[in-house]
């Protein structure tokens, strides 16, 4: 089935099976192998990716249903060279270690300080990021840098 | 801008490979694009133990558009060289089938559907035999699966005391005996990226390419000369970016390049192989769980008079790693404690089960659980507080160990315990209710540790670890087998060389650990690669300052940068490497026979407080609060060292409370992520880490080593927090709801 | 063979396409179906029900809330009536998984799949739910009560889609309960799971309405509870009623996540909780 769907803001055209796996469509069939599969099932988070505007599980999602949709992946968070907040907050507060976790991260994190999903000047900030981000499992890290760096991010876009 | 070496290390330099793993630019080996690559899948035993007795093909698949491999098509030995060359790669026809999941075919095909479809559609016939499926079977030997007696490994350690009559006196005279039994569980490392192996097979001079997800390149390599049938050329081992290891990735890897290998020779394509999470779960290696009964004894005054231990663990079907990882849970297993006579007896028994293996900690965690149980046990026994005992009898400088060895340098027992002192505070109140209105009880735990740095004895004279440090055009390389598994190696061998050489860290390139280009500097793994390795380079990178600036001095250039002559001497003269062999510090006498002696060169030291709260009405423990400090010798990269704590921290409290392997009838009956947790960000609490520097003089700068003490002591903390909090002793892990609803006298 | 694929642009279309196709899997967020989904052979088709307009709403009047079977979690639990006068309801939609499974979850699909362990699905029994179900025959309302008839079994016919849940709001003098027990504080499944609406007349019960999950075959109504508590008075009398009658009524089992004997403690103290005991249930803890 031909289907049309806008990447990382560029129109682009597969033609699979729509039962496909967007994961797999991303990663096989348009070579955006930033996106990774770590569990097949919803579990882990590594395959997040901002879908219309919501980040979802992309192993999850059937790539029929992507037609005339916009997602953006961690390929597209980046403006050029201009890594988004985030991106450059893990870096500085040692958020990555072995990294596989980490474009999931980058997208659901993204999505929590560019959409102000918690007011963080809020006493409570911390707990309700790693709220928001439960949905991504990191085994390398402990968590801490990156809520660390969560915080620090929302900081630099003024949250 | 002050370019000395001390500026480089002990900064938290951002790590130099993490803009690529946030832009996804980091190509771990499933994202690795290699033009005609087939897919592999594994056929597996879904019995414990059994005779395979062939294959039946469905009819109905159209078998011309794949390629099978057996045992058949092994090249060389079908064993996978280790300790022992026990473990059976692909079990053959007429062979016997050890555990569920063992390898019994590999299949590929131009898709992963395909293969998967394949390997449906091809079917094993197994003879099944009563299996082996728990320690106390396994001691029974109700079935003989390992030698006479099931036992791969055992040692008996004695201190202060020659015969067990003369042992049992102490106990006879003691003022308070102390006795438990202490069961942990196994856990599944899950790393996030699963296991993954490509090989290519050129044949036009029968050279084996294998590249992949891994700890230690030179295992695999060692492995692959047996398995192939080849010699040290005919097969290049490459890391590929490894997205978690913990000790997963040390032995296992071998056993996917042997499958890989053998299927792409026989296909005559390169073939990669990426685990399922669920396979990965259910076929590969978990930290071995293990039964130990621990007994102390204190005079009046609360001294130890004895320590016996007897631990058991299940080292699952085959010897692989097992006698290392009892090893090291016997060298521990006395703990960090004052006390002049210690018995440690340690087996590992065989059992149809997949063999456990290497995870972070590697026996001690195991180990260390029954002895700060126990000392927590002996405070309450005392009366006496529970953090205040530990200062009391533990072990400094010039006090002896359970092997004889006499503590020197960098003993950071006392400042790791101030340190937890100094934040500490006081304790939460016992009673108090949560935001479901359930009432809780709250308490407080301690675990105080150690774990010795490198490997055992002589075990690094024998590894004779090599790393090389290289002057070339375009700046200055280090080449060792060291991975990056996201602990950090890259940037700290950057931050040590550039600070050895005098240099920017821009100008150090890590070079990807291939057996083609790199020497061996021993495995990643035993918490010694920035104590052995980083040392090594270190030296490398000193001396190969010095040649270079003796050598601008000879040639008219007295004033010249380390940074320019070595461009300009391999401008002229090309490469220049300096390669140096690791050496151990003078001294250190240990002795394999009797496991007396100086077991470690060194030990960390750590203490970690942990504040639970005990839902009344689920049984759900909540870490409210987590202290750890460590002693590292010196943080290198002070960032990384603390995520290197937290993670290691977060594994432990998992461990201790919500992680499990569960078998039924000898298969991982919770193999998916969703059955087999792990804590996500909402499990885990804001982590108090404080780094102690009790300076190593035989490490880079004085560095120890931190990858695997913080796994060692939290969940002992977290039951001696629940034990403070409920009145009762748990010492089974994990320290699940049902356990604590069941030892609170349920209502069933 | 690939799978076929529609995207309706109305209900209507959809239910056609239903009629035409039952073997089709009818998909919204996925999270449910799409599980493994690269092991899993094309379904014949897709009936592809991801923001269809028609089922994405939620409307609240002066006594009912009605639920789109599109509208997702997320949604759900940030809707200011939901979270104020339906709050078992937000409170469920706030653990379902996580984020990404909170963004794509829908209401249609935990009622389509009527799991045993759906994590909205006691609330809504609590809550009195009717369930919308439509067919070109028509369209018709089926209290949840009586939805599922077994094991992931409901009274959804072949040609039928879910198209909407109508919860009356109950009065703000009904107390409102609910609370899930995973394996862990999220992206959990429930060992066991309880909602509640609660009316008192003084401090004494006059009704209740009482759900479970996790501890049958199905989300269900403990009908034993909800006649036992009437007329005893809030706090440990009700509680005490409630927790005998939890306890002769429910068979729950063991399996990977738990134990039998664990599931039946804790529904008797999360019930017992719900009717307002006080302190500690279990005497057996020390100091």
């Keep these: 089935m031909k289907i049309a769907l806008e990447v990382n803001g560029k129109p682009v055209h597969v033609d699979v099976s729509p039962w496909k796996r967007l994961l797999d469509v991303l990663r096989e069939d348009l070579k955006l192998t930033g996106t990774k599969e770590g569990c097949g099932e919803g579990e882990c988070g590594a395959c997040s990716v901002n879908l219309d505007g919501e980040v979802v599980n992309s192993c999850l999602v059937a790539v029929g249903q992507c037609g005339g949709r916009k997602v953006t992946t961690v390929e597209g968070l980046a403006n050029g060279d201009i890594l988004h907040a985030v991106q450059k907050a893990l870096v500085a507060c040692g958020g990555a270690q072995c990294g596989i976790c980490t474009p999931g991260i980058a997208i659901c994190a993204s999505h929590v300080v560019d959409r102000g999903l918690v007011d963080f000047g809020d006493e409570h900030a911390r707990a309700r990021v790693r709220e928001l981000l439960a949905g991504n499992i990191c085994r390398c890290t402990g968590y801490q840098l990156i809520v660390d760096a969560v915080i620090a991010a929302a900081k630099e876009v003024g949250q | 801008m002050d370019r000395s070496p001390a500026l480089v290390v002990g900064a938290s330099l951002p790590r130099v490979d993490g803009v690529a793993k946030v832009t996804g630019k980091a190509r771990y080996l499933d994202d690795l694009d290699v033009a005609g690559v087939w897919h592999g899948v594994t056929v597996r035993s879904k019995v414990p133990h059994g005779v395979l007795e062939g294959f039946d093909r469905d009819p109905a698949f159209d078998w011309s558009q794949v390629v099978v491999a057996t045992a058949e098509d092994i090249p060389g030995a079908n064993s996978i060289r280790l300790i022992e060359d026990d473990q059976i790669a692909i079990v053959p026809v007429g062979g016997t089938v050890m555990h569920v999941d063992e390898a019994l075919a590999v299949i590929a095909a131009p898709t992963r559907a395909l293969a998967f479809a394949a390997a449906k559609a091809f079917k094993p016939r197994i003879k099944a035999l009563p299996a082996v499926l728990s320690i106390d079977d396994a001691l029974a030997v109700t079935q003989k699966i390992y030698g006479t007696d099931n036992v791969f490994k055992q040692f008996l350690i004695r201190k202060g005391h020659v015969s067990d009559a003369e042992f049992e006196t102490h106990f006879a005279r003691a003022a308070k005996v102390i006795e438990g039994t202490y069961v942990t569980s196994p856990q599944e490392q899950m790393y996030i990226e699963t296991q993954a192996m490509m090989a290519q097979y050129d044949e036009r001079d029968g050279t084996f390419f294998i590249t992949g997800s891994m700890q230690c390149p030179y295992y695999v390599h060692k492995a692959m000369k047996h398995f192939l049938g080849c010699d040290a050329d005919g097969v290049v081992i490459t890391q590929s970016v490894t997205g978690g290891g913990f000790g997963g990735k040390e032995e296992y890897p071998s056993m996917l390049a042997a499958h890989t290998a053998t299927i792409a020779k026989k296909a005559g394509k390169p073939v990669k192989i990426v685990y399922d999470r669920d396979e990965d779960i259910a076929a590969t290696t978990k930290r071995h769980p293990s039964r130990t009964h621990h007994r102390l004894a204190v005079d009046e005054q609360g001294e130890i008079l004895a320590i016996d231990v007897d631990v058991v663990m299940d080292g699952g079907a085959y010897l692989t790693l097992s006698p290392v990882v009892l090893s090291r849970g016997v060298l521990h297993a006395a703990g960090p404690y004052r006390c002049p006579v210690t018995r440690i007896r340690g087996r590992c028994v065989a059992t149809n089960y997949p063999p456990h293996g290497a995870f972070r900690g590697f026996g ?374 049902e356990s604590l609803a069941r030892g609170l006298g349920g209502a069933s | 063979m690939t799978a076929d694929y529609v995207r309706p642009r109305s209900i209507k279309e959809a239910l056609e396409v239903r009629a035409a196709h039952p073997d089709w899997m009818v998909l919204a967020g996925g999270t449910d179906h799409m599980v493994s989904a690269n092991h899993k052979s094309d379904p014949p088709g897709i009936l592809d029900l991801w923001r269809l307009e028609e089922l994405c709403f939620i409307r609240a009047d002066r006594d009912k809330v009605s639920i789109g079977a599109g509208a997702t979690w997320w949604e759900i639990q940030n809707h200011a009536v939901i979270g104020n006068r339906l709050t078992p309801l937000a409170a469920a939609a706030r653990e379902i998984g996580a984020l990404q499974i909170q963004a794509r979850g829908t209401l249609g699909g935990n009622v389509g799949t009527s799991s045993p362990v759906g994590d909205s699905l006691p609330a809504l029994l609590a809550l009195e739910a009717e369930i919308e179900v439509a067919s070109t025959r028509g369209r018709r309302r089926i209290n949840y009560a009586e939805y599922c008839t077994g094991y992931r079994t409901t009274k959804l016919a072949p040609d039928e889609l879910i198209v909407a849940a109508h919860l009356p709001l109950p009065e703000p003098t009904v107390s409102l309960v609910w609370r899930k027990v995973g394996t862990r504080r999220a992206q959990s499944i429930s060992k066991v799971m309880g909602a509640a609406a609660i009316t008192v007349s003084g401090d004494v019960v006059t009704s209740a309405r009482v759900a479970f999950g996790a501890i049958a075959d199905r989300p269900i109504r403990v009908t034993a509870i909800e006649e036992a508590v009437k007329g005893q008075r809030i706090g440990n009398q009700a509680a005490e009623a409630a927790r005998m009658a939890m306890r002769a009524s429910i068979k729950p089992i063991d399996d990977v996540r738990s134990t039998a004997s664990y599931r039946r403690e804790v529904a008797e103290n999360l019930v017992a909780r719900f009717f307002g005991q006080r302190g500690m249930i279990r005497r057996a803890v020390g100091p």
């Design chain 2, 364 to 737: 001690a965690p195991q180990t260390t659980f029954p002895y700060e149980r126990q000392i927590e046990k002996l405070a309450r026994a005392r009366g006496e507080d529970s953090f205040a005992i530990r200062r009391r009898l533990a072990l400094r400088a010039g006090d002896s160990t359970a092997t004889g060895q006499v503590l020197g340098l960098s003993v950071g027992s006392d400042e790791v315990l101030d340190a937890v002192a100094a934040v500490a505070g006081h304790p939460p109140e016992r009673d108090g209710s949560n935001s479901n209105g359930a009432p809780v009880k709250r308490g407080r735990g301690y675990a105080f540790y150690f774990h010795g740095a490198g490997f055992t004895g002589s075990g690094e004279q024998r590894l004779a670890g090599k790393a090389a440090v290289v002057a070339t055009t375009t700046g200055f390389e280090v080449r060792s087998s060291s991975t990056d598994i996201g602990q950090g190696v890259i940037t700290m061998f950057t931050q040590i060389a550039a600070g050895a050489l005098g240099v920017e860290a821009s100008r150090i390139t890590v070079v990807d650990p291939s057996t083609a280009h790199v020497p061996d500097s021993g495995p990643t793994v035993a918490s010694r690669t920035c104590m052995v390795v980083g040392g090594v380079i270190d030296r490398a990178g000193r001396a190969l300052r010095e040649r270079l600036e003796t050598w601008g001095r000879d040639h008219g250039m007295p004033g010249a940068s380390c940074d320019e002559l070595g461009v300009i001497y391999a401008t002229q003269h090309g490469e220049l490497a300096e390669t140096v062999t690791y050496e151990p510090p003078p001294g250190i006498q240990w002795d394999d026979l009797t496991y007396t002696g100086s077991a470690y060169p060194v030990f960390g030291w750590a203490c970690c407080l942990v504040d639970v709260s005990v839902d009344l009405d689920t049984y759900e423990i909540t870490i409210d609060r987590c202290v750890q400090a460590v002693d590292v010798g010196k943080a290198i990269n002070p960032n990384i060292v603390k995520g290197q704590i937290e993670g290691g921290t977060l594994q432990a409290l998992g461990w201790a409370v919500i992680e499990n392997v569960i078998y039924k009838d000898g298969r991982v009956w919770n193999a998916s992520m969703t059955n087999c947790i792990v804590p996500t960000f909402a499990d885990a609490p804001d982590l108090e880490t404080i780094i102690v520097e009790v300076p190593y003089p035989f490490g880079p700068s004085g560095a120890k080593g931190v990858g695997e003490i913080p796994m060692d002591g939290p969940a002992a903390a977290v039951a001696n927090a629940v034990h403070d909090a409920l009145g009762v002793a748990f010492d089974t892990l994990p320290l699940s709801p």
